[in-house]
T-cell receptor, first 113, second 114 residues
Framework: TQLLEQSPQFLSIQEGENLTVYCNSS?????LQWYRQEPGEGPVLLVT?????EVKKLKRLTFQFGDARKDSSLHITAAQPGDTGLYLC?????????????FGQGTILTVHP | GAVVSQHPSWVICKSGTSVKIECRSL??????MFWYRQFPKQSLMLMAT?????????EQGVEKDKFLINHASLTLSTLTVTSAHPEDSSFYIC??????????FGPGTRLLVL
């Protein structure tokens, strides 16, 4: 069974601070996706990283895929209250997994004005 | 693009009744659809994987006779919670995949069983 350890589980910060969320696994993933979810809504895909060492930027969000494709991080610069939500990482292992994703436990981010 | 809808968005029912939730991919064909359950402030828990025209594959611990899944077309999958009880109250989310591990999620259905 593949596991994806996401940390921290809870993060409460002030507006303007920086933060990093980590996802780590002992398994190799073909790709890794990051989602953001607001209460009462479904997760929204932020980014997919595919290549080991890949770095993608989405405005103030920077996503990195580890060289060995076993871990990933999400860094937010100058967080804003609108960034508040549940952040989920999910790994796709490919092969015969029929597209199943392995989800991390999630990080609840609260940004205070 | 890649819009997935769910209906209803919320439902309240009496204990013992059955509830059907629909999941549709609106602008793409989904070879596979997934059904998840989510408890407050927790991650998604996969219930079953559904491929069009074949039986769903359920995760360990999920009762297939309790949660009936039908995937009749490449754009529609349904989840029926049979004989619902209060412990079935939860947030149910579907996702649709056009392939290669990408999943697009629906907005979720809040179920409350009284």
């Amino acid at each position: 069974t593949q596991l994806l350890e996401q940390s921290p589980q809870f993060l409460s910060i002030q507006e303007g601070e920086n933060l990093t969320v980590y996802c780590n696994s002992s398994s190799v993933f073909s790709s890794l996706q990051w989602y953001r979810q607001e209460p009462g809504e479904g997760p929204v895909l932020l980014v997919t990283v595919v290549t080991g060492g890949e770095v993608k930027k989405l405005k103030r969000l920077t996503f990195q895929f580890g060289d060995a494709r076993k871990d990933s991080s999400l860094h937010i610069t100058a967080a804003q209250p609108g960034d508040t939500g549940l952040y989920l990482c999910a790994g796709f292992s490919g092969g015969t997994s029929y597209g199943k994703l392995t989800f991390g436990q999630g990080t609840i981010l609260t940004v205070h004005p | 693009g890649a819009v997935v809808s769910q209906h209803p968005s919320w439902v309240i029912c009496k204990s013992g009744t059955s509830v059907k939730i629909e999941c549709r991919s609106l602008d793409f064909q989904a070879t596979t659809m997934f059904w998840y359950r989510q408890f407050p402030k927790q991650s998604l828990m996969l219930m079953a994987t559904s491929n069009e025209g074949s039986k769903a594959t359920y995760e360990q611990g999920v009762e297939k006779d309790k949660f009936l899944i039908n995937h009749a077309s490449l754009t529609l999958s349904t989840l029926t919670v049979t004989s619902a009880h209060p412990e079935d109250s939860s947030f149910y989310i579907c996702s649709a995949s056009p392939g290669a591990g990408t999943q697009y999620f629906g907005p979720g259905t809040r179920l409350l069983v009284l």
